[in-house]
């Protein structure tokens, strides 16, 4: 597991050694200028001083251990009159002033002039002034390469102490009671890690309504599903109290539609639960004139049974970009709705057009409708619309979930349900999409 503690102390010495490399490299070329400066001068200086002394006592002063200084010294004939260290391989002339020579024991600084009637060339190994510089650079950084162990500690406890609040954040995750939602306080926290915090406050936020709807929406389907598994119950057991054919036929009856609403409900529950934020299916390019056309031809029979005329007025070439699966749900409930709700004998007119840019489904029937009052309230789960003097029930019974379904997936996809009233004196639903 990678450690933001760890990599902060890799990389931070790893820059202070890197930087620390590139000052001694500058430390030791100025040295090394410096000391090219003053080595050149003190050759300059020997030169000057051979023609104040008594020449025999000059020469016999140097030796082979006078700080690699190499004398050589011609008469204006260029015979080689001394040579203080004849195993050194140097040029065997002079070039006046200052000039850097290359030997088999490396590279030379040459120093060449006239002292009075002779031409005095000296010679000195680069490398003893490598060797200066080199020492100077590092009498300089040896502090700071002995600081290196104490400045990755400090390092180490500072990065410690500044993830601090990262840890008191995970210390409250992690000791909270998993139905603990409520957020997490961003007092006396960095600026950095606040953002995290309001973040995880705002999930812990969408988390509680989340629980809180499923909690609702299983305790409203456990109560909607009591009651018609409690009818189911009493109809079996008129089943087995039946004395003859025909009053088991009845019972038989009554238990088959009671199976059938409680099936239908549970289909219902089935398909709201899918249609819920995380059970969004795959988006696709939908055509939604073919569709519409295979959900009409899905209750065609449906619909003839039930005394009713279902199908579709005007159509025009229209997609969407969505999930064919739960738009296929939707109008699926609502064609179920309209044909269910609608006395024998009336119609179901379905549209498809585009306004705007935008293609507006809309089903209408010539049923009871919905008071004005009531439609806010019909996307709400299990919520029914009571029956008045102008609203007469059909056969088929409802459980409340359709419209809750067809706004879900509404809201999924971006769009507008409006519901008004119909031409016909019926309910008229419109999907702006």
């Known amino acids: 597991m990678r450690s933001i503690r760890r990599q902060l102390l890799i990389w931070l010495l790893a820059l202070v050694i890197v930087g620390v490399g590139f000052a001694g490299w500058l430390i030791y070329r100025q040295a090394l200028a410096e ?7 003190q050759l ?8 104040s002394e008594p020449f025999s006592s000059v020469l016999s002063s ?3 251990s006078d700080e690699g200084v190499v004398i050589q010294i011609w008469n204006r004939n260029g015979a080689l009159m001394y040579f203080s260290h004849p195993r050194v391989p140097l040029a065997p002339h002079a070039e006046l002033g200052f000039s850097t020579e290359s030997t088999p024991r490396g590279e030379w600084r040459v120093y060449s002039a006239i002292v009075g009637d002779n031409v005095v060339q000296l010679a000195q190994p680069l490398s003893i002034r490598n060797r200066v510089a080199a020492g100077v650079a590092w009498r300089t950084l040896w502090p700071l390469v002995l600081l290196l162990p104490l400045l990755g500690l400090a ?7 500044g993830l601090a609040p990262l840890q008191r954040v995970t210390r409250a995750l992690d000791t909270r009671h998993p139905e603990a939602l409520d957020p997490l306080s961003d007092q006396r926290l960095p600026q950095e890690v606040r953002p995290v915090v309001r973040a995880l406050n705002a999930l812990l936020s969408r988390l509680s309504a989340a629980l809180d709807t499923q909690k609702a929406f299983v305790a409203d389907a456990a109560h909607e599903l009591r009651t018609p598994l409690a009818a189911v119950q ?3 057991q008129l089943v087995a109290r039946a004395q003859d054919d025909e009053t088991r036929r009845e019972a038989l009856a009554d238990l088959h539609e009671g199976i059938a609403r409680a099936t239908r409900l549970a289909e219902q529950l089935l398909a709201l639960a899918r249609s819920e934020p995380d059970g969004k299916g795959v988006e696709t390019q939908v055509d939604l004139s073919a569709l519409l056309e295979s959900c009409v031809r899905g209750y065609v029979l449906v619909a ?4 009713v005329d279902l199908g579709i007025e005007a159509s025009e070439p229209a997609t969407v970009k969505g999930d064919a699966d739960a738009l296929r749900v939707m109008f699926n ?18 549209t498809l057009t585009v306004k705007n840019g935008r293609p507006v489904v809309e089903i209408a029937d010539s049923g009871p409708g919905i008071p004005a009052e009531e439609r806010d309230r019909v996307f709400d789960r299990f919520y029914r619309v009571g029956g008045g003097a102008n609203r007469a029930r059909t056969d088929v019974a409802g459980s409340g979930l359709g419209l809750a379904i067809v706004k879900r997936i509404a809201d999924q996809h971006g769009a507008r349900v409006a519901l008004a009233e119909a031409a016909s004196g019926g309910l008229s639903v419109s999907i702006s999409l």
């Open 35 to 41: 000391a090219n400066e003053l080595f050149d001068y």
């Open 155 to 161: 390092t180490w406890v500072i990065v410690g102490l």
């Open 62 to 64: 140097r030796s082979e």
């Open 44 to 51: 300059q200086q020997i030169a000057a001083a051979l023609p």
């Open 333 to 350: 409930n609502l064609i179920d709705n309209a044909t269910k709700y609608t006395p024998k004998g009336g119609r179901v007119d379905i």
């Open 234 to 236: 009493i109809q079996a």
């Open 304 to 307: 003839q049974a039930r005394g």
